[in-house]
């Protein structure tokens, strides 16, 4: 799921000051479940920002919508008819939402106020962290299930470097394990320590970010 | 407009004002409770929506730590009064709005003595212009 | 209504929990991974020794829980639970730093010793040896065993009529047992010591121990046995759903706990040394408290939710379990409206507190029986 925070309040005014008439426009998946941008962090943001904005833009008025998915632009349908009465649209949903209200209103200035973070898994309550970094060509088979590319920090595919020690990264000791160390426990756990011996070779990042904006096409489905 | 709004959970907070007003006491004029079923369920919308509804100050009261049925009642109330606090702070509005208090059923004294405090403070705004 | 009560564990509170429980006539189920001692033969009562509970579903009033006692499986209706697992104790040898050596003895042993004819026990004591017993050595003895040690330090002074002290750490004597047996001793001539942070030195000269006021030196040093949380009490807790504390006993409610022997569910309480150190009368104690506790929860003809209690919105839920790992009660659960699923509360587990509510992303929870003023919910501008 795609992890995302909400942007510094400053920053956030700051982009406001043009406009007068603002629509804060929630989305109630991904960055509803990690408590960043559903219905209530729109209420809670919204009601920040008419707060703060009171003695500084008493003309401002922000209203409050939520989505259920803004990446989808048939879920977004039912602001049509009321978007082109505002100067602005504050999107909490991920850079995908903001761009699909962007692309799907193009009269409509939609800015952002979340920064995306990373596709990730709660941890705990309060807590997400990282999993995948979408490279396009999945190695988990040969990790143990564990994915060297986003939880090793220095993306190694052919075992640790010098600065693992007890079991952490030299990066953040406290807060990131080295992946190297689990995936070399997990592997142990399954018997397939051997694993490890082959060399992995270097990987084409051309799956990945390196080979521009990418696209998925099911044929079977496209008409 | 209210000039205080105290909103707090009824098991500590309610008890502490329900026997300060049997010795004859009256919330001042401006100054209103809101109870609620524990501090665990202070949301900080709660807060922000007094304040906008033009309240001066809120005052968010809760048990002390260790007292709380529902265990961590008390550190809910006061991790979102902090959450409260940070969002005012962040966006260049003064914290000191909000408060957040501890407090068991026998503090009435200390109770009534907080209210008074709070609503003879100086106005937010003309401390922020001073 | 079931008036099945579950009672967990093969301890000797256990034992003391289903007899307060059987003397109030509720249906017990005893459940035991070992050998359950021996109780009251009662219409009242199943035991399933040997067993090990393997899964726990429903809530307060109709509890189920799954055994796995081979060859067969078992499954129990109980309408409360309550866990009653002891502590365990730790043999001498389980710690390291100890040093091995014939002078260093465990209470076990020297009780053997001390009730073996003389001429046959391995080292024959005389009057002029001087016995040390030594309480929370290392780690904690548990109040029990310290009421055991004091009662075999005595015994030995009266049996070999030797010279006995007793170190120790932190004593609290807070019983009348207690207080009438450290009387005694002192009148006997039996010598308390604090104990100092460091180990017993073990040479052929004999046993010298450091306290607050020099060093001890003796024949024979016998210490006290150390006392843990089981090490299944957090598998245990896990399938309950309910809380260890640090420590990794069972937490007791809190210091301010109106009624002790709570755990955070409904319905789900604790009893005994699992929970607390108490020597047995402290257990035994424990254990009416823990019948009272089910009496209170099952004495009217059925169950009522409380006044304020939370409910969701189940169209408006996106399911983010939020509300699931926030309620401390753990009363919120993914269900099925129809056909579509949801977080759900229930109703008899819910103590209304509202951390569910004041934590969902998508405002689907409600708190029914209090009001909030719509000015403190919604939007002043929309
Ligand atoms: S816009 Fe789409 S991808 Fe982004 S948070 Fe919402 S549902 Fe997730
Ligand atoms: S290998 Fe690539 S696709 Fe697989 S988890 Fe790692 S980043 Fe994601
Ligand atoms: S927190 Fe709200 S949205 Fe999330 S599962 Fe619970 S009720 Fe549903
Ligand atoms: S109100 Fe409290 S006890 Fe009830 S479901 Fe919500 S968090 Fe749990």
Redesign the interface.
């Known amino acids: 799921m795609i992890i995302a925070e909400r942007k510094p309040i400053q920053e956030i005014t700051a982009s406001l000051v043009p406009y007068k008439n603002v629509l804060m426009v929630g989305c109630n998946t991904c960055v509803a479940v990690c408590l960043a941008g559903g219905a209530k962090e729109v209420s809670v943001l919204s009601a920040v920002l008419r707060l703060a904005l009171r003695e500084n833009q008493p003309e401002l008025t922000i209203a409050e919508r939520c989505v259920e998915r803004q990446c989808e632009a048939e879920m977004n349908a039912e602001l049509a008819t009321e978007i082109g009465s505002y100067d602005a649209v504050l999107s909490t949903a991920c850079g995908v939402g903001v761009q699909t209200l962007a692309e799907q209103f193009p009269e409509t200035v939609v800015l952002p106020a979340l920064n995306t973070k990373f596709m990730g898994r709660p941890e705990e309550l309060g807590v997400w962290s990282e999993r995948c970094a979408g490279c396009g060509n999945c190695v988990l088979d040969r990790f143990g299930g564990i994915c060297p590319v986003t939880r090793c920090s220095k993306n190694l595919l052919n075992g640790p470097c010098g600065g693992s020690a007890n079991g952490r990264c030299e990066v953040d000791p406290v807060n990131i394990p080295c992946a190297w160390q689990l995936i070399y426990d997990r592997l142990a756990r399954l018997g397939q320590l051997e694993r490890l011996t082959a060399i992995e070779p270097a990987k084409d990042w051309s799956t990945s970010r390196h080979g521009g904006p990418r696209r998925v096409i099911r044929k079977d489905v496209k008409l | 407009m209210n000039k205080l709004v105290i909103i707090g959970c009824d098991r500590s907070a309610g008890e502490a004002l329900r026997s300060l007003q049997e010795t004859g006491y009256c919330l001042p004029e401006g100054v209103i409770y809101q109870p609620l079923p524990c501090g665990g369920s202070l949301d900080v919308l709660h807060v922000l929506r007094a304040l906008e509804s033009g309240a001066e100050r809120v005052l968010v009261l809760s048990c002390y730590a260790d007292a709380c049925r529902s265990f961590n009642g008390n550190t809910w109330a006061e991790k979102r009064t902090a959450a409260a606090q940070a969002l005012l702070t962040e966006a260049g509005l003064g914290q000191e709005r909000i408060t957040y208090r501890q407090v068991s059923p026998n503090m009435s004294a200390d109770l009534g003595a907080w209210i008074h405090t709070l609503i003879n403070l100086e106005p937010v705004e003309a401390q922020d212009r001073a | 209504m079931n008036k099945t009560v579950a009672v967990l564990g093969g301890s000797a509170d256990a034992g003391w929990v289903v007899e307060e429980l059987l003397a109030l006539s509720y249906s017990v189920a005893w459940v035991g991974q070992e050998d359950l001692p021996d109780s009251p033969r009662s219409d009242g009562l199943r035991a399933y020794p040997r067993s090990r509970v393997s899964a726990v579903s429903g809530c307060v009033g109709s509890f189920r829980l799954e055994l796995s006692a081979p060859p067969e499986r078992a499954v129990i209706d109980a309408a409360a639970i309550i866990v009653a697992m002891g502590n365990q104790r730790l043999p001498l040898g389980a710690d390291a730093r100890i040093p091995a050596h014939p002078r260093v003895l465990s209470t076990q042993v020297l009780a053997e010793r001390l009730s073996a004819p003389r001429q046959i026990s391995g080292i024959a004591p005389a009057q002029r040896q001087h016995i040390l017993f030594a309480l929370d050595m290392l780690e904690l003895s548990g109040k029990q065993a310290v009421v055991e040690t004091l009662e075999l330090a005595l015994r030995t002074h009266d049996t070999w009529h030797c010279e006995v002290s007793v170190l120790y750490r932190e004593l609290q004597v807070d019983s009348d047992l207690l207080e009438s047996l450290t009387r005694t001793m002192r009148e006997q001539g039996i010598v308390f010591h604090r104990l100092q942070d460091a180990l017993p030195v073990v040479d052929d000269s004999g046993v010298h121990v450091k306290h607050a006021d020099g060093v001890l030196d003796g024949d024979l040093l016998v210490i006290a046995p150390v006392v843990r949380p089981r090490s299944d009490s957090a598998e245990l807790a896990g399938l309950l759903r309910i809380?260890l504390g640090a420590d990794g006993y069972f937490q007791q409610l809190?210091?301010?706990s109106?009624r002790p022997g709570l755990s955070?569910r409904k319905g789900i309480y604790l009893a005994g040394r699992c929970h607390l150190d108490a020597d047995d009368a402290g257990a035994r104690a424990d254990a009416a408290q823990a019948a009272a506790n089910v009496a209170i929860l099952l004495g009217q003809d059925h169950l009522q939710p409380e006044t304020?209690i939370a409910e969701v919105g189940s169209t408006k839920c996106?399911r983010?379990?939020?509300c699931i790992?926030?309620c401390?009660?753990a009363a919120v659960e993914l269900a099925a409206y129809g056909q579509v699923t949801a977080a759900k509360v229930v109703e008899l587990a819910c103590?209304?507190?509202?951390?569910c509510?004041?934590?969902?992303?998508?405002?689907a929870i409600t708190?029914k029986g209090?009001d909030?003023?719509v000015?403190?919910?919604?939007?002043?501008?929309?």
Request: charge should be positive; glycine fraction near 6%.
């Open positions: 809380a809190n210091v301010r109106y955070n304020v996106i983010c379990l939020t790992r926030t401390p009660h103590f209304g507190c509202g951390a509510a004041a934590n969902c992303p998508v405002r708190m209090i909030v003023p000015w403190l919910q919604e939007a002043a501008l929309v």
